[in-house]
């Protein structure tokens, strides 16, 4: 399995402001994605990360708010633009296989942000 | 809509005790079964079964999938403190990989 690491691992920022989390993984994968995770809650996917392509987004979730980069194989950027209180999640990166094949998911180890 | 549901939502257990957790499904170009335990926030990859009747085993823990019932459990015997965490069933389509989740069950094991 890949070694996935984020960053930051949590983050507190005022509402207004955004956020870009990093997810980097230590070899090619296949696919890459972006979870949220509000509390009390089960994990949400937000988009797909495609890589040279604008990202995928799941019903509910829009690129202007969620900006998302995947700018090669390994590499990917979630932004959270103008965030508020709702806002506050752990955001997950995962990965599925490795570059060419496609294997079962894995996960970051995530970033807690909180919106004041 | 796809849709996965687990149950209980929570169990509260004794060190020792045996526990079977449930996961339903209903998607469209099921794929696979993934099964995966949160204790702070990162999801730990347990198993993930695509065929029906075969059970996966993993020291204490064991998974089986029924693709007749549209369901799975995990097993965790001679539980322990450290059995403690967020159980999450999520289920993959053919379609793609992108996975739907259950609510999860939190299990506490007590001393």
């Known amino acids: 399995s890949a070694v996935i690491s984020q960053k930051p691992s949590r983050d507190i920022c005022q509402r207004g402001t955004s956020l870009t989390i990093q997810c980097q993984v230590d070899s090619q994968v296949t696919m890459m994605f972006w979870y949220r995770q509000q509390p009390g809650q089960s994990l949400t996917l937000i988009a797909t990360?495609?890589?040279?392509?604008?990202?995928?987004?799941e019903s509910g979730f829009v690129i202007d708010k969620f900006p998302i980069s995947r700018p090669n194989l390994t590499f990917s950027t979630l932004t959270v633009s103008n965030m508020s209180p709702e806002d506050s999640s752990i955001y997950l990166c995962?990965?599925?296989?490795?570059?060419?094949?496609?294997?079962?998911?894995?996960f970051g180890p995530g970033t807690r942000l909180t919106v004041l | 809509e796809d849709k996965v549901v687990q149950s209980p939502l929570s169990l509260v257990v004794h060190e020792g005790d045996t526990v079977t957790l449930n996961c339903s499904y209903e998607v469209t170009n099921f794929r696979s079964l993934l099964w995966y335990k949160q204790e702070k926030k990162a999801p730990t990859f347990l198993f993930m079964l695509?065929?029906?009747?075969i059970e996966k085993k993993s020291g204490r823990l064991s998974s089986i999938l029924d693709k007749k019932e549209l369901s799975s459990i995990l097993n965790i015997t001679a539980t322990q403190t450290g059995d403690s965490a967020i159980y999450l069933c999520?289920?993959?389509?053919?379609?793609?990989?992108?996975?739907?989740f259950g609510e999860g069950t939190q299990l506490t094991v007590n001393p």
């Open positions: 999520a289920v993959e389509k053919t379609s793609g990989s992108r996975l739907t």
């Open positions: 695509t065929s029906s009747g």
């Open positions: 990360a495609n890589q040279g392509s604008e990202a995928t987004y």
């Open positions: 995962s990965v599925d296989g490795t570059w060419p094949s496609t294997d079962t998911q894995y």
